[in-house]
């Protein structure tokens, strides 16, 4: 394909919690090689995340995208994000409202019934639109040009994070359905390579000050509310690696999801030794290239 063709692209996420969302959707909305045919949005409130994602679209001079809110509550189990911190800067910013409820599945799968093996699915939230999707469709993997997600972690785990990553384990039953699809071109960007892009907050708030990027640096900011002193690039990372798949190595494995013991349940398995590796999983990162390539995205 011509390095220069656009992809096609469906974001699925759960903006107005952590705010490396909305700093992965302004990425995309600047990419000069994104078509970005749609978000939808994830978890608790997701009416509201749909309010979300559409005013940092509308900062971007993007009212024409699609957003469509999905599900509220996980297949099983607890909801884990009840609250969306950032949706105060809604009375500043304007947006669309009443968001009609439990759509985005359909939306998906429409969309990619409609473009066979040309659209790159996104997902940086918890599992649970895509659990659905694929349940509800199992042909839809196989349509798919791409399949990227920002879940999971494969090779070390990260104490600060617990034993399970924060999407994955946010809806477990929905991720062990989407790795048991065996998508194929399935990438796994998880916490081993993300946590290797991380930004002081002084340094976003001068980044994220001005012009379109403001809504996000407003967002930011309850963020730092939360005792955070800084950004990490977990979801823009999965998003880069659309467009520039050398700033990760990847190896091929199996990924299988904990299900059974509470204390652990999301966690997932990565075994590069698997006799079947249908599952592309993130094992390196050049964070100096990543961060070069996004502000050189977004700033453009």
Known sequence: M??????????????????????????????????????????GKPAVRAELADAVCQSFGRKEVPIHSGAGKPLLGPQLQTKVPQETVLA????????????????????????????????VGPLTNIGLLFA????????????????????SRLPHYGLAEWNARGDPHATAIVFASNAPHMRCV?????TRCRMPADECRRRFGRGPLKIVGEMAEEWFKLARREITFHDPLAAACIFEPDLCGFEPGLVEVELQSDRVRGMTHFNPSAANKPHQVAVDVKPDAFFEHYFATVGA
């Open 136 to 155: 509800l469709d199992p042909e839809i993997p196989s349509l798919l040009r791409q399949y990227v997600m920002m879940a999971g972690v494969y090779q």
């Open 92 to 123: 500043r910013y304007p947006h669309r409202e009443a968001f009609a409820p439990n759509v985005a599945v359909d939306f998906l799968r429409q969309t990619i019934r409609s473009r066979p093996r040309e659209i790159t699915l996104l997902s």
């Open 190 to 194: 998880g916490l081993d390579v993300t």
């Open 2 to 43: 011509n390095s220069d063709a656009k992809i096609p692209v469906l974001f699925d996420s759960d903006i107005g919690s952590d705010i490396d969302d909305a700093v992965a959707l302004a990425y995309l909305l600047t990419q000069p090689r994104c078509d970005l045919l749609g978000v939808t949005t994830v978890t």
